[in-house]
Each structure stands twice: as C-alpha cells, then as structure tokens.
C-alpha cells in the first residue's frame, strides 16, 4: 500500500507543486484547504478544481480566524499593501495560521493513519512569516509527536516541506518538470469580483517574479 500523506492546499503555486511532488513519490494524498475568513473564497473553489484534477481526496476545514482578525487577509478594515521589498513582517501576517493548518492537519492524518504532512512554504521568495521557517516546522513536529496517540505509540508523523530552500522560479521549474499547469493555479490577495489577480500583492509579485525569472509564461490573468 502506498503511504499517505495530508497536503495543506490552497490551490496556489506552492501548494499544488507540494501534491505533485508528494504523488511522484508515491504518497496518496488527502488535500485540505481552510475557510479562515479570508477576503474571498476563491482559493477555496480553485483548490477544489485542482485537488479533482490531480484525483485526490478533497476536504475543507473553517477556522474562526476572522473572530480576533489582526490581518489585512481577515479584516476587511485593514488594507492590503503593495509589494515594498520590506523585510519586516507584513500586515498580510495570518496570526497562528499555519499553526492552525498544521494542528488540523495532525489531527487528519492521526485519524487518516496518515504519517506524512506536506506544506508549500519556502523562506526564500516569501513575506517574511515568523511560521515558515525551518525551525518552526522542527518545533511542530517535535509537538506532533510528543502530543498524539500515535506519537507516543512509535508511529511518528514527519512534516514535510520540499519547497522551503527553493526560489519561486525553483519552483516552477520543478512543477512544470513534473506536468503541473499553473493556469489551474490562484495566488492573489485580493482579486476582483471576476477572479482576476492584482498583480501587486506581495503573492502576485512572487508569482510574477518567478515565471519570468523561469522562463515559463505566465498564465495569471491580472486586472
């Protein structure tokens, strides 16, 4: 039987190469994305579309995260900013949120026997999150195994994060060696009532920024 693995997806570019890379190694993939009152549900929607394209089992989780807000991605009353280049933290900052996906996750895959977690986060080309770096992720599972069941029992979860060392255009190279179509793909903060990207975000840029500097044409529609 072929291990499973639990992908926390949002249906951006990170995320859906995280799949990709997951099934060419041999992992069935239980996706799951999050309603955690951002600003529109259109990932939500995309990510259904691209988990059905790869052929992989789908869920969706609500966190309350809109209840303590504190983000330009949870509260309508904070404005989301253009890409500066600052290396501070930006007001895009979730509170907690990949701790949030993660212990979701954990909890899936404890209930799934599931012993591997993906995430698509890098600290390269990124917003400078407290929650993407590489200690963070040795913490949670450090957590994930003393907090669990099946931790505690000897079967251990690892968390997996291929992309981490990698530039945006890294990853576009690798996920279109590996068949991805981003034109499935969503990554905007805040898109127009027809799905159309920004193109200013500091997610849009990234993503600008990574298939010009791969060499692959951008299939995002901008307004």
């Not at 072929?2 to 992992?27: E, L, N």
Request: proline share 4%.
């Amino acid at each position: 039987m072929s291990p499973k693995a639990i992908v926390v997806f949002s249906g951006g570019v990170d995320s859906t190469t995280c799949i990709a890379i997951a099934q060419s190694q041999g992992y069935e993939c239980i996706a799951l994305s999050f309603n955690y009152s951002q600003r529109h549900v259109i990932e939500v929607e995309v990510a259904k579309k691209v988990a059905a394209h790869f052929g992989v089992e789908h869920r969706v989780f609500t966190l309350p995260s809109g209840q303590f807000g504190g983000s330009a991605l949870t509260d309508k009353n904070i404005a989301v900013p253009q890409y500066s280049g600052s290396k501070d933290i930006p007001v895009t900052y979730v509170p907690a949120r990949n701790t949030m996906f993660l212990a979701i996750a954990l909890g899936l895959a404890e209930v799934s026997k599931a012993h591997h977690i993906f995430l698509g986060i890098n600290t390269i080309d990124y917003s400078h999150y407290p929650d993407c770096r590489p200690e963070y992720l040795e913490a949670f599972q450090n957590l994930a195994n003393l907090a669990t069941k099946a931790g505690v029992e000897g079967e251990k979860f690892t968390i997996h994060a291929p992309l981490i060392h990698l530039t945006k255009a890294e990853i576009i190279k690798l996920g279109t060696k590996l068949g991805v179509d981003y034109g499935m793909t969503f990554s905007c903060y805040e898109p127009d009532e027809n799905a159309r990207a920004c193109g200013q975000c500091d997610s849009c840029t990234f993503r600008k920024k990574g298939f010009e500097e791969a060499g692959v044409e951008d299939p995002t529609v901008y307004y």
